[in-house]
T-cell receptor, first 117, second 115 residues
């Protein structure tokens, strides 16, 4: 089984609909992230959470919200989806470099492809 | 604004050739520079990383060259193989009481290695 699992893997929806993308991890990492991938733009950070009670906006958080339900679960919501939110979304986890001796490496899920019509 | 600029956007190389991907950054506070490799249908995975206290790091056929004064770093893939065909992302992060997980990524390079 994958260490970082994203659901759904593919979703087609209509403008104005509410969408939730879910992420769960078995790596035991405190830190979780949501990135968005667009061709030619690379990966851009939407939100990140360093523990259950700590949630922070990334560079493109407008139109998105998140919920950290538990250490292992981090969900991304689009309250009212719009076509320019059509993208590939990635959840990732990391182990802090200094605090626990981790490498700081990001571990990504396999992505959720969202199409907003 | 794009704090990490990556080029080229796509690259075609013959098997056995050298693939070179370049990145430039603006934020002088960046002090960790990883490269991620992404195969179709998969999430990116860490390939190799460097910190600015060294100018080069080599792992097998993959080498990062780092030029701190020019604020540039590059990935060299020696003896490129068809299995190296993937999208490559450079990235950078800075400290500040946190770890290196909060990365700023480049735009990505689609590498195709022809047999």
């Amino acid at each position: 089984d994958a260490d970082v699992t994203q659901t759904p893997r593919n979703r087609i929806t209509k403008t104005g609909k509410r969408i939730m993308l879910e992420c769960s991890q078995t790596k035991g990492h405190d830190r979780m992230y949501w990135y968005r991938q667009d061709p030619g733009l690379g990966l851009r950070l939407i939100y990140y959470s360093f523990d259950v009670k700590d949630i922070n906006k990334g560079e493109i958080s407008d139109g998105y919200s998140v919920s950290r339900q538990a250490q292992a679960k981090f969900s991304l919501s689009l309250e009212s989806a719009i076509p320019n939110q059509t993208a590939l979304y990635f959840c990732a986890t990391s182990d802090p470099l200094k605090r626990t001796g981790g490498t700081g490496e990001l571990f990504f899920g396999e992505g959720s492809r969202l199409t907003v019509l | 604004q794009q704090q990490v600029k990556q080029s080229p956007q796509s690259l075609i190389v013959q098997k056995g050739g050298i693939s070179i991907i370049n990145c430039a950054y603006e934020n002088t506070a960046f002090d960790y520079f990883p490269w991620y490799q992404q195969f179709p249908g998969k999430g990116p995975a860490l390939l190799i990383a460097i910190r600015p206290d060294v100018s080069e790091k080599k792992e097998g056929r993959f080498t990062i060259s780092f030029n701190k004064s020019a604020k540039q770093f590059s990935l060299h893939i020696m003896d490129s193989q068809p299995g190296d065909s993937a999208t490559y992302f450079c990235a950078a992060s800075s400290p500040g009481g946190t770890s290196y997980g909060k990365l700023t990524f480049g735009q990505g390079t689609i590498l195709t290695v022809h047999p």
